[in-house]
């Protein structure tokens, strides 16, 4: 057996930094379409019916990756979303461009993925907004 044939599940570095950066991206282009006053409606399928939506709820809980990571990122962004109807009853699609938003202005900081280092960037973002 040859060091080419050792395969492995983690994912690390640069290839999961732009495995995340691309599903932020494409939830985010995905959702802005939907958002807005330029709002469009969504095609999307629902009991392989086509349906129009407006809906982020509807919208995200459609997407799909082929990717474990880029769907727990989905799934992480959903339940924000899915809070957000469940307690507000509007604002989802707000909710997940806000994220998508907040994620890529924090990448422009940050170039790592410690803790500390978003946790400090937050901090200092919240201090601005006050």
């Known amino acids: 057996m040859s060091l080419q044939d050792i395969q492995s599940n983690s994912i690390r570095g640069d290839y999961m930094r732009s495995i995340v ?4 991206n494409e939830i985010h282009d995905v959702m802005v379409t939907v958002f807005g006053p330029n709002a469009m409606d969504a095609y999307i399928t ?3 019916e086509p349906y129009f939506t407006r809906d982020g709820k509807e919208v995200i809980s459609s997407l799909k ?4 990571l880029s769907m727990y990122i989905l799934k992480l962004i959903y339940q924000a979303v899915y809070n957000q109807a469940a307690t507000v009853g509007d604002g989802t699609t707000t909710v997940a461009v806000f994220y998508t938003n907040l994620y890529q202005t924090l990448r422009n900081y940050v170039t790592t993925y410690r803790r500390e280092d978003w946790n400090y960037v937050v901090r200092d973002i919240n201090e601005r907004l006050r």
């Open 65 to 68: 990756f082929n990717n474990e």
């Open 21 to 24: 950066d691309k599903t932020i």
């Open 46 to 48: 629902r009991n392989q």
